[in-house]
């Protein structure tokens, strides 16, 4: 998931943890209530705290508290991150592919993950979809812990772990004939402009790392890459994976865009109005949405362990809301 080699301090005195045992109580007595006669495990509704918005300026300061929220339970207890992480990895990989075509549902991507398994009657392309992305979130992970920065070559190699043993002639390597994008009114770039806009890419990423939000950095570059589209194909699976790279780096978890029809349509419509011109905000405002979406999950789960030392900064900031 996120960045976990910062050191995140949980040393807190008596008064403080005195303090946070109360708000775990409470937070505890009021979960043991709202589940009462459930067979499912009813969440704390962090919308109380953090409304639904479409302004961009509210959405970034909810996640940026959100974010705060999270990490205030850093360091995560190791399995627990292990079990969230595979969810999120699987229903990842399963949604991206989904954009893009792949028609293994949500259990069968996770039966060739974690099984290796070979489901009846799907192609064997749809396999390799599923494999190739994984490995290339596996990279990407890796390349978060050694902080590794973003470059040509690392993009190059992202896209090759998606398109290996299945295009590879074209895995990692840019585009040299002209495509089109089926049902969108943006025309990619001719090829023998590629080069220059590639270069002209990454020069808008050394200069702007420090000074963008992280999160409206990372739908830039995953919207600058599909709009160039420098690939043959693979270009969003790419891009979306270049936008969690940007956005684990900086200690947020993976935003997944979901591949159900209405979500899918929303996804497009956003990028289309960013690729030919006319404006980001709905594109910035839906990964800002997918990134609350995910650090709620994330708190959801981490929220109820069982370490006392942890979360003093959420508590502190839902207590009021657990008697409305």
Excluded: W
Excluded at 185 to 198: A, E, G, I
Excluded at 278 to 288: C, D, I, M, Q, Y
């Amino acid at each position: 998931m996120q960045k976990e080699n910062k050191p995140y301090s949980t040393d807190i005195n008596a008064k403080e943890f005195q303090r946070l045992s109360d708000f775990r109580e409470r937070y505890k007595k009021y979960l043991i209530d709202i589940n009462k006669d459930s067979m499912t495990g009813k969440n704390f509704e962090l919308e109380k705290v953090y409304p639904n918005t479409d302004k961009i300026e509210k959405l970034i300061l909810q996640v940026d508290d959100l974010k705060k929220c999270l990490d205030s339970f850093r360091p995560f207890d190791k399995a627990q991150l292990e079990n969230l992480e595979e969810a999120f990895d699987t229903e990842y990989t399963y949604d991206s592919n989904r954009i893009e075509g792949n028609t293994l549902t949500l259990q069968e991507t996770h039966l060739v993950i974690s099984k290796g398994m070979t489901i009846q009657g799907k192609p064997l392309k749809e396999h390799l979809e599923v494999i190739n992305h994984k490995e290339a979130l596996d990279f990407i992970k890796e390349l978060v812990r050694e902080e590794t920065d973003f470059n040509e070559s690392v993009l190059k190699q992202i896209h090759n772990l998606i398109l290996r043993s299945i295009d590879r002639k074209n895995a990692g390597a840019y585009r040299n004939v002209q495509v089109q994008i089926v049902g969108s009114k943006h025309t990619p770039p001719q090829p023998f402009l590629l080069q220059q806009l590639m270069e002209d890419y990454f020069k808008f990423y050394e200069e702007n790392k420090s000074s963008f939000h992280p999160v409206i950095f990372s739908a830039e570059l995953h919207e600058r890459l599909v709009t160039i589209h420098p690939f043959i194909d693979g270009n969003g699976r790419t891009s979306r994976l270049v936008m969690n790279l940007i956005l684990m780096r900086n200690g947020f978890p993976i935003a997944n865009i979901s591949g159900e029809k209405s979500e899918r349509l929303e996804y497009y419509n956003a990028l289309e109005k960013a690729n030919i011109g006319e404006s980001k905000e709905n594109f910035h405002r839906l990964v800002l949405k997918e990134v609350k979406k995910s650090l709620i999950r994330y708190l959801n789960n981490v929220s109820v362990s069982e370490d006392k030392t942890k979360g003093l900064y959420f508590f502190e900031k839902i207590d009021k809301f657990l008697d409305s």
